[in-house]
């Protein structure tokens, strides 16, 4: 097998790892990005595409969005926009009073955060989204909420890092991380050695068992998403949108005054004995329309199931009429990662000098890139653009997660 050399080696070819081996290579660095199997084989390759501030909460989730939305003009301005990036708002949609009542709520405290979001009445929210029913009495729109095609804005900046240099082994397993004393000197992989001064480790789903093999506990879990989509549609619309029955997953909105579970629970969930619905929709370019997102915790499973689906199906059958008879298309799920605090881990984990942990990325559309440029500052010395404390790769040392996690 031949031995190779880089400055740096990423291992994980999803949003992160290409965002940082995208901004290292900027930086004027050697990379070689590993991937076990092709780019934006898991998350990155199945997800809605939102890129949503709606629902960050204030503070380092909400400034971690914000500024990976910001780099995104830049980034098209340099590669193209071959990935459908639109900022053309957000809005969640509301079937009742009581519902309305707390949007309205969420739209002053999120106005008080700085976030550009404001509650509308039903003929509005119709008109800013025509395929939304009489029976929608409200919404509130964010005009900063905004979408893109995730797995082609992976392969984009693939296809930018590769036409400059950099290196891409798709289908190329890690079978080590090599070190020598208290650092890291390269990695093992399934077609031989790579020798690097650093290591970035942006694995997604798959980190904590990436990571036990070095003595690394972090308390990443997989959170297994399905969704599907229908065929091409006559009806367009640009928003990205989120149902009721998404918010109890959301602290921020289970804190509200007027907050009550039954409001945004349907009898349709009565019977689910493993799922959460996560109710949003949008529509590609290509004007098909994906639909999810059933959401539970079953470990390492990527597959769809009858109840996720079937889930799905219904509630959107009975919440947006206009879908109730279109075609289906496909259904797939995902694993997402998860961490106690919905915050990723960015950052170089004690006693081993050369490694960058980038992982953890519940919200990866918005926080990839920005991720890229704070690995950038992690392994040049460049000053990071947001302050680092919160992301400390350290700051859940020991804890395990077992139960659901409420963003």
């Not at 009073?97 to 509308?120: F, N, P, T």
């Not at 970035?200 to 969704?227: E, K, N, S």
């Not at 579970?261 to 109710?279: H, I, M």
């Amino acid at each position: 097998m031949t031995r190779s050399t880089a400055d740096v080696i990423v291992i994980g070819g999803g949003i992160v790892g290409m965002s940082a081996a995208y901004f290292l290579q900027r930086a004027g660095l050697a990379v070689t990005v590993v991937e076990r199997e092709h780019l934006a084989f898991g998350a990155s390759g199945r997800n809605a595409g939102f890129i949503w501030l709606s629902l960050r909460t204030p503070g380092p989730q909400l400034d971690l969005a914000r500024a990976g939305l910001a780099l995104y003009p830049g980034i098209v301005d340099d590669i193209g926009d071959s990935f459908e990036f639109r900022q053309h708002g957000g809005m969640i949609y509301a079937f009742n009073d009581g519902q309305m009542q707390v949007l309205k709520e969420l739209a002053a405290a999120r106005q008080a955060d700085g976030v550009r979001m404001r509650a509308v009445d039903g003929q509005e929210a119709r008109a800013l989204c025509p395929i939304l029913p009489d029976s929608v009495v409200g919404a509130t729109f964010c005009e900063e909420d905004a979408q893109l095609h995730t797995p082609k804005f992976v392969e984009a900046l693939g296809a930018a890092f590769a036409s400059r240099g950099g290196t891409i082994r798709p289908g190329t397993a890690v079978t080590a991380v090599r070190r020598e004393g208290g650092r890291v000197i390269g990695v093992d992989t399934s077609a031989g050695p790579i020798d690097a001064e650093t290591v970035v480790v942006a694995t997604g789903a798959w980190t904590a068992p990436f990571l036990a093999d070095l003595d690394i506990a972090l308390p990443v879990r997989p959170m297994r998403l399905q969704a599907m989509s229908t065929v091409p549609i006559a009806e367009r619309f640009r928003p990205v949108l989120y149902g009721p029955l998404a918010l109890k997953q959301y602290t921020l909105i289970r804190d509200l005054p007027s907050y009550r579970d039954d409001l945004f629970r349907s009898p349709s969930e009565a019977s689910l004995t493993n799922v959460e619905l996560l109710e949003c929709f949008c529509q590609r370019q290509d004007s098909t329309v994906l639909m999810g997102c059933a959401m539970d915790y079953p470990g390492y499973v990527d597959t769809s199931t009858l109840e996720g689906v079937g889930i799905t199906g219904k509630v959107f059958a009975e919440h947006i009429p206009k879908l109730r008879d279109v075609a289906l298309d496909r259904a797939w799920a995902c694993m997402l990662p998860s961490t106690p605090d919905s915050l990723p881990y960015i950052g170089r984990p004690a006693g081993l000098d050369g490694l960058v942990i980038a992982a953890g990325h519940v919200f990866g559309n918005a926080a990839g890139p920005i991720t890229g440029r704070l690995v950038e500052g992690l392994v040049t010395g460049a000053e990071p653009p947001l302050d680092m404390a919160p992301f400390e790769v350290s700051r859940h040392a020991d804890l395990a997660v077992d139960g659901a996690v409420r963003w």
